[in-house]
């Protein structure tokens, strides 16, 4: 099955669920959430384009968790399960540097759609991974803490929110993922308290991770429409508009790389010259249309 089937197979099933709204919401769903069409190439662009961004923040996110760990281990300092934050701190500390030691949070660079794609995968796999070590703090130590520990705890567990959603914004699913075990476990170790004050700030909590979700969608949807407007405009500058084949531009690019590859690795190429005559005489006789589609044959 080729990329544009896929594309439409699942513009199909997602049309499908939509149909059970209203007409007007039905419409405003699919504006938002029916993907545009794009081949291989345009999708590999937006995938590099958000590995970038996660690329440009990796290093620090990954110091924020190691940071944010130190202090949860402090802040149960004399605690029973004190011990046992010293060991989610270790194992905290080491994934963080695995992740940056292997730039397992870094897409390789002109990578091709499939490749992306995996990459999409397995970021979203660490961000589970991440988002399930955290959830441990609110879930686990949390009850049973000391007031100051609590709110140290719930405080991180909300940074750690707003930053993951940050981080991987360009990502929703990874973003979503991350953000949203640390949501959950911080509203069960909020019940499992029987704090007075569980309900208040579990409902702010729902708000904080819905807005936090909202800006990730928004951020990746601008990512991919700039992305793409700035892939049709290079193509755009790139093709001749009467033939829609490659214009000089691209021929003296590839005829330079050619070159270049043949003097360092002797790679031998050829160059095909066609001369194309009586234009003026088609266009007399069919007009612009029929010269323009005579010339697109050559596709």
């Known amino acids: 099955m080729n990329d544009d089937s896929t594309l439409a197979h699942g513009g199909k099933r997602t049309s499908a669920l939509l149909s059970v709204f209203p007409a007007r919401a039905r419409q405003t769903l699919a504006q938002r959430f029916l993907p545009e069409p794009c081949n291989e190439r ?28 130190c202090i949860i281990v402090s802040a149960m300092g004399g605690d029973a399960r004190q011990p046992y934050a010293q060991l989610w701190a270790a194992v905290m500390c080491v994934y963080a540097s695995v992740l940056i030691t292997f730039r397992w949070l870094i897409s390789p660079a002109n990578a091709g759609q499939g490749e992306a794609i995996s990459a999409v995968r397995k970021t979203t796999v660490h961000a589970f991974a991440l988002g399930m070590i955290w959830s441990l703090v609110p879930g686990y130590f949390f009850p049973d803490g000391t007031h100051t520990s609590q709110l140290i705890m719930i405080c991180i567990s909300a940074g750690m929110m707003g930053g993951g959603a940050f981080a991987f914004a360009s990502i929703p699913s990874a973003a979503a993922t991350f ?33 936090l979700m909202r800006g990730s969608w928004v951020f990746s949807s601008q990512i991919r429409t700039q992305t793409i407007e700035n892939y049709e405009n290079e193509l755009a500058s790139r093709t001749d508009t009467l033939t829609r084949l490659p214009n000089r531009a691209v021929f003296m690019s ?30 007399d006789k069919y007009g612009h249309l029929g010269l323009k589609h005579q010339v697109q044959r050559l596709n």
């Open 42 to 69: 345009v999708l590999a662009r937006v995938h590099t384009e958000q590995f970038r961004i996660i690329s440009r923040y990796a290093g620090a996110m990954m110091l924020v968790n190691v940071w944010n760990a």
């Open 179 to 211: 953000s949203g075990l640390i949501f959950l476990g911080t509203l069960y170790g909020l019940w499992q308290s029987g704090s007075s004050v569980a309900l208040s700030i579990s409902i702010m909590m729902v708000a904080y991770y819905v807005a």
């Open 254 to 283: 590839e005829a330079e790389a050619a070159f270049e590859r043949y003097r360092r690795m002797k790679e031998v190429f050829a160059i095909l010259y066609l001369d194309m005559d009586n234009f003026k005489q088609v266009n």
